[in-house]
């Protein structure tokens, strides 16, 4: 598997998180596995949350999920189940969108659009980890 380095996407300011990853293309489909580590805190720009880079465009035009999972570590001391997306009207250069399970309106999805990092008397950060498949542009 090769490495790369995923970072957040809709960033509002500086960007205090680190990612790493690992991928393999064949026969067209790359699978990939991303991780991102809140050492700051962050903030997306956006109401619509924080998107992630991929190792190599997806191929656009159909909607592609992911598995996701976000550990609170000494944020919240919790981990949330989720997903990543990349909608079909997207060109596929990134994931468009993170979201895990939130505790109201039927755990609904809710976009993730704040990482505590060191904030709040954290000591650890949070670390959102993505993996799956899709083909390749």
């Keep these: 598997m090769t490495q790369w380095t995923p970072k957040l996407t809709n960033v509002k300011g500086t960007d205090g998180t680190t ?34 880079t991929l190792p190599v465009p997806a191929a656009s ?18 981990m949330w189940t989720g997903e990543a997306a990349i909608y079909a009207g997207s060109d596929g250069s990134k994931i468009d969108r993170l979201r895990v399970t939130g505790t109201s309106n039927g755990a609904a999805v809710v976009k993730i659009d704040h ?12 670390i959102i980890t993505v993996t799956g498949s899709y083909p390749v542009a």
């Design 19 to 52: 990612g790493s990853g690992r991928y393999a293309v064949s026969d067209g489909v790359c699978t990939f596995t991303a991780m991102i580590s809140a050492r700051k805190q962050t903030s997306a720009a956006s109401s619509a949350g924080f998107g992630l």
């Design 61 to 78: 035009g159909v909607r592609y999920v992911f598995s996701l999972s976000l550990d609170g570590r000494d944020a919240d001391n919790g």
């Design 115 to 126: 990482l505590y990092g060191d904030a709040e008397g954290a000591q650890e950060a949070e």
